[in-house]
C-alpha cells in the first residue's frame, strides 16, 4: 500500500497552518516565527514554506509586513481543501492524508443511508493520518453514475477535489451523524484496534452541486488520537 496522488508539499504546509488556525493553535493576530526557523522546525526549504505562507495570504489568512513579519489573520471560513473534513488531533490541527487500501465497483451495501440514482458505487476504502498519526479508516461510497471506473491512482489527498477536477463533481454539503460500532474486519494492521471493537462512528451523506445525494461514507475513528470537531460562528 502506498499514498497515491499526495498534494504539492506547499498546499500541505498551507492546509496544516490553516486547520492550526481555525483549531485555534495559532490565534488572531499571532507573529508566526522568523522563515528560516519557521520552515526548519517543519523540516522544509525556505522557499517551499515561503509558496505556502504566499497561499495564506491570497486567503486572506495571514498579514506580511514587510521588515515585521507575518500574523495572523483568523477567520470563521477559511477556503480549505478540507473544510469538510471534521477530525483533528486530540490537541487541535494535524494535516489531514491518506493512504488508499482499495478502489472497487461493486453493489451498494444495503446499510448505508440512501444516496445516488445507481445501483452501484464506487466503494474506496482508506487509512486516514493526522500529520503522520493514524487516525482513523473509512469507507466512501460515491454513486455509480458520475463514472465508469475509478483508479486507485487516479486519487488525489481530497476526494472532493478529485471529484471537482477529474469529475465536474462539486460536494456543496453534508450531513454528519456520530454514534458507535464496530470496528471493520478490513481495517489494515496499521490501525491499532481488533476487528469488533467499539469506535465512534461518522456517519456522512453528501450532496452535489444539484442537489442529489452523490455520496455516503463511514468513518470508524480512534479517541485516542483524534476528536470530531463541527464549529459553530
Not at 72 to 90: G, I, K, N, Q, T
Not at 184 to 189: G, S
Request: hydrophobic share 40%; aromatic share 8%.
Amino acid at each position: 500500500m502506498s499514498v497515491q496522488g499526495s498534494l504539492p508539499l506547499f498546499l500541505q504546509i498551507s492546509e496544516l497552518l490553516i486547520r492550526d488556525i481555525a483549531s485555534g493553535r495559532l490565534i488572531d493576530g499571532e507573529k508566526l516565527p522568523p522563515e528560516r526557523e519557521m520552515a526548519a522546525q517543519l523540516g522544509i526549504a525556505v522557499g517551499t514554506l515561503r509558496q505556502a505562507l504566499k497561499a495564506l495570504t491570497a486567503k486572506g489568512l495571514l498579514d506580511r509586513v514587510q521588515g515585521s513579519g507575518n500574523y495572523v489573520r483568523a477567520l470563521h471560513d477559511p477556503a480549505s481543501v478540507y473544510a469538510m473534513f471534521r477530525l483533528e488531533l486530540a490537541e487541535g490541527g494535524g494535516l489531514p492524508t491518506a493512504q488508499v487500501l482499495s478502489v472497487a465497483r461493486c453493489i451498494k451495501d444495503p446499510a448505508l443511508p440512501p444516496f445516488g440514482e445507481s445501483a452501484e458505487g464506487h466503494r474506496i476504502r482508506r487509512l486516514r493520518f493526522l500529520s503522520g498519526r493514524v487516525a482513523a479508516v473509512e469507507e466512501i461510497w460515491l454513486d455509480g453514475s458520475y463514472a465508469e471506473a475509478i483508479a486507485v491512482g487516479d486519487l488525489s489527498e481530497s476526494l472532493y477535489l478529485y471529484y471537482r477536477e477529474r469529475l465536474s463533481l462539486w460536494i456543496a454539503r453534508a450531513e454528519d451523524r456520530v454514534g458507535q460500532a464496530a470496528c471493520p474486519d478490513w481495517a489494515p494492521p496499521e490501525f491499532p484496534h481488533a476487528a469488533g471493537s467499539p469506535l465512534p462512528l461518522i456517519t456522512r451523506v453528501s450532496w452535489d452541486q444539484d442537489g442529489k445525494r452523490a455520496e455516503s461514507s463511514w468513518t470508524w475513528y480512534d479517541p485516542q488520537i483524534a476528536r470530531y470537531v463541527a464549529r459553530i460562528k
